[in-house]
């Protein structure tokens, strides 16, 4: 596992481009969040009580989704970096029930600083960042800390089960930022390296959709599923 602060994520301009970019770089991001809220709406909202764990929440926009259908949820919300921190901060100000903090994965799995038990956990772009050993040692982690009846999805990158597979799903997400820029009017040749620094990036280290669905079952978790699949872009996630 990467050290976090020897991680792209840990440099504050890193973190900020991303974020000011994040529309144009994600696949149908907008699109994932409503899925994901239907979610959270059709298994949670019903639920008198609601803890939330957000890993790698970055500038807390899940949350601050989730809060939009549910002002009633408790939240804890964990990233490595202090700058995704102080922004989830921004935007989450005002809100009650709110608990931020600063741990990288490598401290979770390490220091088993999560002693609470969570209705939901979520997490999105950040789990591709670990080796498979890693991610189901993480995996394990998030059952353990979840209630009996409460649920995991994880939003991310993953690795296709063939090369012939993987060279589309990278046109795909080529053809994805070419309609954002034609959308938006930028010319140019900006953002079209986005597909070759995720490839160069030492931090990313995706793995095929089919193995990690088939660690949350080996696990324990069930009603496991693929939720959303865009090329390398997924939504997936199980049930304890």
Same mark, same amino acid.
């Given at each position: 596992?990467?050290?976090?602060?020897?991680?792209?994520?840990?440099?504050?301009?890193?973190?900020?481009?991303?974020? @000011?970019?994040?529309?144009?770089?994600i696949v149908e991001r907008r699109?994932?969040?409503?899925?994901l809220k239907s979610f959270y709406?059709?298994?949670?909202?019903? *639920?008198?009580?609601?803890?939330?764990?957000?890993?790698?929440?970055?500038?807390?926009?899940i949350t601050h989704e989730f809060?939009? +259908?549910?002002?009633?949820?408790?939240?804890?919300?964990?990233?490595?970096?202090?700058?995704?921190?102080?922004?989830?901060?921004?935007?989450?100000?005002?809100?009650?029930?709110?608990?931020?903090? *600063?741990?990288?994965?490598?401290?979770?799995?390490?220091? *088993?600083?999560?002693?609470?038990?969570?209705?939901?956990?979520?997490?999105?772009?950040?789990?591709?960042?670990?080796?498979?050993?890693?991610?189901?040692?993480?995996?394990?982690?998030?059952?353990?800390?979840?209630? +009996?009846?409460?649920?995991?999805?994880?939003?991310?990158?993953?690795?296709?089960?063939?090369?012939?597979?993987?060279?589309?799903?990278?046109?795909?997400?080529?053809?994805?930022?070419?309609?954002?820029?034609?959308?938006?009017?930028?010319?140019?040749?900006?953002?079209?390296?986005?597909?070759?620094?995720?490839? @160069?990036?030492?931090?990313?280290?995706?793995?095929?959709?089919?193995?990690?669905?088939?660690?949350?079952?080996?696990?324990?978790?069930?009603?496991?599923?693929?939720?959303?699949?865009?090329?390398?872009?997924?939504?997936?996630?199980? *049930?304890?």
């Open positions: 596992m990467t050290e976090f602060n020897r991680s792209n994520w840990a440099k504050a301009e890193f973190s900020q481009e991303y974020r @000011d970019n994040a529309d144009i770089y699109r994932l969040l409503e899925i709406k059709h298994f949670l909202c019903n *639920k008198q009580q609601k803890k939330v764990l957000d890993l790698g929440c970055g500038d807390g926009i809060l939009k +259908v549910d002002d009633f949820l408790s939240a804890t919300l964990v990233d490595g970096s202090e700058d995704m921190l102080d922004k989830a901060k921004e935007r989450l100000r005002g809100f009650k029930n709110i608990q931020f903090i *600063k741990a990288s994965f490598q401290e979770i799995l390490e220091k *088993k600083i999560l002693h609470q038990t969570f209705d939901f956990v979520v997490s999105s772009l950040a789990i591709h960042h670990l080796t498979m050993k890693e991610k189901i040692a993480l995996f394990k982690n998030i059952y353990s800390c979840l209630n +009996v009846g409460g649920h995991f999805m994880n939003i991310d990158v993953i690795l296709a089960p063939v090369e012939n597979l993987e060279h589309w799903y990278m046109t795909l997400w080529k053809e994805w930022i070419d309609e954002r820029k034609a959308l938006l009017g930028i010319a140019g040749d900006l953002y079209d390296d986005i597909i070759r620094r995720y490839k @160069d990036n030492k931090d990313n280290k995706p793995d095929t959709l089919g193995d990690q669905l088939g660690a949350l079952k080996k696990i324990g978790f069930k009603d496991v599923d693929c939720f959303y699949k865009y090329g390398v872009f997924t939504m997936y996630g199980g *049930k304890k």
